[in-house]
């Protein structure tokens, strides 16, 4: 029967491979280039997916593409409003560029739906003490000198 599917139109989709995992595999092997490709064939079989828009903009900030991580944030923002991975990776950027009003808004944004995984809570106190420290309040902790290391995989997984 396998032998009849390879020579004809349907499709096993067992055998299809996850364009989403190998990212992610790739991303962590500092294969980035091959990762983002990945990662696009992910989002041509699912447009919506956030997760791997999220894991794009990761790619493309590890390799010097702020411009396109914010724009990929924003399409994944679009397709998820609510997203917390995407509003904390792009506050960040936001506030490397020195648009504190902007990523004060994204890091509120992120609080109000932090992700609930254990591994997240480091991100969520780094928000949380970036985020006084905009405010002009005591910060409780180091402070915000960018993110902790959010390597590609980390983060609230939705794939």
């Known amino acids: 029967m396998s032998w009849w599917k390879f020579w004809s139109d349907e499709e096993d989709e067992a055998a299809s ?3 989403y995992e190998e990212g992610v595999q790739l991303a962590r092997r500092e294969k980035y280039h091959e990762a983002l490709t990945s990662f696009r064939l992910a989002l041509r079989e699912s447009p919506e997916n956030v997760a791997a828009m999220e894991q794009m903009a990761v790619v493309y900030t590890r390799i010097g593409m702020t411009d396109e991580a914010i724009k990929t944030y924003r399409r ?3 397709a998820d409003a609510e997203s917390p991975g995407s509003h904390y990776g792009v506050a ?3 506030l490397d560029r020195g648009q ?3 990523a004060r808004r994204h890091l509120e944004a992120f609080l109000e739906n932090p992700p609930d995984e254990p591994q997240a809570n480091e991100h969520v106190r780094h928000a949380r003490e970036t985020l006084e420290e905009l405010r002009g ?3 409780s902790g180091t402070g915000r000198g ?3 290391d959010a390597s590609a995989g980390e983060g609230p997984d939705r794939g």
């Open 137 to 139: 309040e005591q910060p």
């Open 17 to 19: 491979p996850d364009y």
């Open 146 to 148: 960018g993110s902790p």
């Open 76 to 78: 994944a923002l679009e």
């Open 100 to 102: 504190e009003e902007a």
């Open 92 to 94: 960040y950027l936001y």
